[in-house]
């Protein structure tokens, strides 16, 4: 407890911006955020006063950092799982748990479980040898597609295997390397979506509307809320999935469930038990931002209304270029702003190398093709300091 303000203390492992914005949330909530970062130059340790240095990985440091926080949790899955369970051990409120983390942090251990639960997921089997991923090609079909069973995210970590030669050649590779891998069957999917929901630890749930996120080269671009024509019994589906793993697997905090949607329904794709880049639409386009809810549920504290604020909206990921733009960030901000007074834009504090996420601009509206595109045009604004090929600013 903050002996100043009478209010608790949530310690959030890691510093980067999904720590960042929660400390925002927890700011309006009158709360005391507590971040360990790994550098005093990490986003959230550039904004909050309550930081502390250490590594995700060392038990002491976190230890240490655990020390006057009421509930500790996270803004990645890196946390080493045995870490979690001595601190859960010596009584450590962790939300999520480390039995709930665990199947965020482990592929195999998720396909497992929620197969075991009768959820939708791709046939899998974990690679040991490289005769393994030949057979599973063999049976479920070329392509086919391996994964690391730890530490993936944006695409890294993901190999689509288009024939045995090359099957034989890459899974060899990272065998030797020492990567724990498991195969799944390459879906026929239609469009990627997501649901984020929120659990506390009374058990009570909360889903937001479900959302469609668009890729380029495994990096999510956009998000667009709610998902545009997804059927009603489609999206009462992928809610109830969200909210029967959290309730499932124990989780407190937010969890995100990425989909893939396919001619014959739905497949979970992966979880994230934390705020998650499918959530950020949520700062501006809903009653409560999945920020606000995390830290609320981590307190038991009742969970808000999910409700979006507008009919359409849209959440655009600036990701930097390839080279430094010729305008600076407050100039960039100047002139956007003069042409979108109602973008949202939300910047990182992060330095730019090519593809990086430094920030996210939300559009909010009434039609989601003309939000989509000035979510698009903001967001490469940002990036660039300049408009896309064939565009005139009238």
């Known amino acids: 407890m903050d002996h100043r303000t009478a209010t608790p203390v ?34 959230a340790a550039l904004v909050a006063p309550n930081v502390e240095i250490g590594s995700h990985t060392d038990l002491a440091a976190l230890r240490a950092f655990a020390q006057g926080c009421d509930a500790v949790t996270f803004d990645h899955e890196h946390v080493p799982n045995e870490h ?31 197969g075991e639960l009768g959820l939708p997921v791709p046939p899998f089997a974990e690679i040991t040898r490289v005769e393994d991923v030949l057979s599973f090609g063999a049976e479920h079909g070329w392509p086919c597609v391996l994964k690391t069973a730890r530490g993936g995210y944006d695409g890294k970590g993901v190999w689509v295997l288009n024939t045995p030669e090359g099957a034989r050649r890459t899974t060899g590779e990272l065998l030797e390397a020492g990567a724990p891998l498991l195969a799944e ?52 589906r992928a809610q109830n999935i969200g909210l029967r793993i959290a309730e499932e697997l124990g989780v407190v905090g937010v969890l995100a469930v990425e989909l893939f949607e396919t001619p014959d329904g739905l497949v979970i794709n992966e979880l994230a038990m934390r705020p998650h880049n499918s959530g950020h639409f949520s700062i501006d386009g809903a009653r409560t931002s999945q920020f606000e809810q995390h830290v609320r549920a981590v307190l038991d504290y009742p969970l808000g209304s999910t409700e979006l604020t507008a009919p359409a909206v849209v959440m655009g ?50 039609r989601m093709d003309e939000v989509r595109e000035q979510a698009r045009l903001a967001a490469h604004w940002l990036a660039h300091a300049e408009w896309p090929d064939g565009y005139s600013v009238h």
């Open 10 to 43: 949530v310690g959030m492992v890691g510093g980067g911006q999904l720590a960042r914005m929660t400390h925002q949330a927890a700011i309006g909530l009158g709360q005391s955020l507590k971040i360990l970062a790994s550098s005093p130059d990490e986003s």
């Open 84 to 114: 979690l369970r001595a601190l859960a051990a010596e009584g450590v409120a962790v939300h999520p748990g480390p039995e709930a983390l665990l199947h965020a942090q482990d592929k195999l251990v998720m396909r497992r479980r929620l």
């Open 185 to 236: 069957q390459r879906v026929p999917l239609r469009r990627e979506l997501a649901v984020l929901v929120a659990r506390s630890p009374f058990g009570q749930g909360g889903a937001w509307p479900v959302v469609e996120t668009v890729q380029s080269e495994g990096v999510c671009v956009q998000v667009l809320a709610p998902a545009p024509n997804l059927s009603e019994p489609l999206r009462e």
């Open 317 to 366: 990921n600036v990701l930097a270029a390839a080279t430094e733009p010729r305008m600076s960030v407050d100039e960039r901000l100047h002139h956007l702003f003069a042409r979108y007074p109602h973008a949202k834009v939300h910047l990182y504090g992060k330095s730019s190398r090519p593809g990086r996420k430094i920030g996210h601009v939300n559009m909010l509206g009434e």
